[in-house]
């Protein structure tokens, strides 16, 4: 079971403020938005959401690790 509340993590759904859930980790991906190379709006679409299932059929979980300066781990 997560330790926020999916109801916590959904308030976070804004340019200056975006975290998205993979595989029941929470990630603050705010200063990430602009160096994302599909977009920042595919991010902000599940900013505050489960993004598992898209993150996995396009990503290796690498790719977190790779952008570790810029995605934080929440929870």
Known sequence: ??????EEVALH???DDCWVIINGAVYDVTN???YHPGGEEIL??????????MFTSIHNFDVIIN???LVRRIY
């Open 44 to 53: 902000l679409n599940y900013g505050g959401r489960d993004a598992t299932d």
């Open 1 to 6: 079971k997560m330790g926020l509340s999916y």
């Open 13 to 15: 759904d804004q340019p």
């Open 32 to 34: 990430f938005l602009n």
């Open 67 to 69: 952008n570790a300066n």
